[in-house]
């Protein structure tokens, strides 16, 4: 576990700052929200990778900016994107960014647990 989170500690952060971006442009995000968009992009790259039809970004609206900010940083991180400003990045693998994304949802559902709906929020906007 921990050399995953060594290894990917930079995609991770990546992640999570986009996620805590959408929070704090509206505190009214939950970590369900959250949790939801990081589903749904786990399904979109998943059927890339198959090659099966991707589905469109979530219709709740918080789902789907959780969504779009992070999938922004995951294109970035495959190298099919840029971000202005950031320097490119070494492209990372489709499963790489799937089993990130998978490590993050996993955080979110255990901060859930332990704080309540705004648990894993709360607790990962102290650091980034």
Same mark, same amino acid.
């Given at each position: 576990m921990l050399d995953f989170e060594a290894r990917f500690q930079d995609v991770l952060q990546n992640i999570e700052s986009a996620i805590v971006g959408v929070y704090r442009s509206d505190p009214t995000l939950v970590d369900y929200e959250?949790? !939801? !968009?990081l589903e749904s992009l786990i399904s979109h790259y998943t059927a890339e990778q198959q090659g099966r039809p991707v589905r469109t970004a979530p219709s709740d609206p918080n789902r789907r900016r959780v969504f779009e900010a992070v999938?922004? /940083?995951?294109?970035?991180?495959? !190298?099919r994107a840029e971000l202005p400003g950031a320097p490119r990045p070494e492209p990372r693998t489709p499963d790489e960014i799937v089993a990130c994304l998978k490590r993050v949802r996993k955080s979110v559902q255990r901060w859930?647990?332990?704080? !309540?709906r705004q648990g894993y929020l709360s607790f990962v906007s102290?650091? /980034?």
């Open positions: 959250a949790d !939801g !968009g999938r922004e /940083v995951c294109e970035w991180r495959l !190298g859930t647990k332990r704080g !309540g102290q650091y /980034v």
